[in-house]
């Protein structure tokens, strides 16, 4: 059974930093493309960050600069670095697991979630 299982949360204020991590168990991690995304309460899923099993990573614009997503294939681990925190970051995020290679952005293409954790920058 799949699992991919999120931490690293939390509250912090505006510029603040906080590094998010997925566990994953169940599959062979180097082999897929692993991706955060976030959503906000109102709003659709959006995705944040990607980095591929060869390690190629991408980014949306509103945080480029600020994130910085990684991973450490001996620990089935991925992680996303996000510093100098917005209000408007504020969502719940979530890891994602695929091996599609066609559209990283679309939710549709991921395979396996984990539950979530609760990110608030607050003003």
């Known amino acids: 059974q799949v699992q991919l299982v999120e931490s690293g949360g939390g509250l912090v204020q505006s510029g603040g930093s906080l590094r998010l991590s997925c566990a994953a168990s169940g599959l062979t991690f180097r082999n897929y493309n692993m991706a955060w995304f976030r959503q906000a309460p109102g709003k659709e899923r959006e995705w944040v960050a990607r980095?591929?099993?060869?390690?190629?990573?991408y980014y949306v614009d509103s945080v480029k600069g600020r994130f910085t997503i990684s991973r450490d294939n001996a620990k089935n681990t991925v992680y996303l670095a996000m510093n100098n925190l917005k209000p408007e970051d504020t969502a719940v995020y979530y890891c994602?697991?695929?091996?599609?290679?066609?559209?990283?952005?679309?939710?549709?293409?991921?395979?396996?979630w984990g539950q979530g954790t609760q990110v608030t920058a607050s003003s």
């Open positions: 980095i591929t099993s060869g390690g190629t990573t």
């Open positions: 994602a697991a695929t091996r599609d290679y066609t559209s990283p952005r679309d939710v549709s293409k991921y395979d396996y």
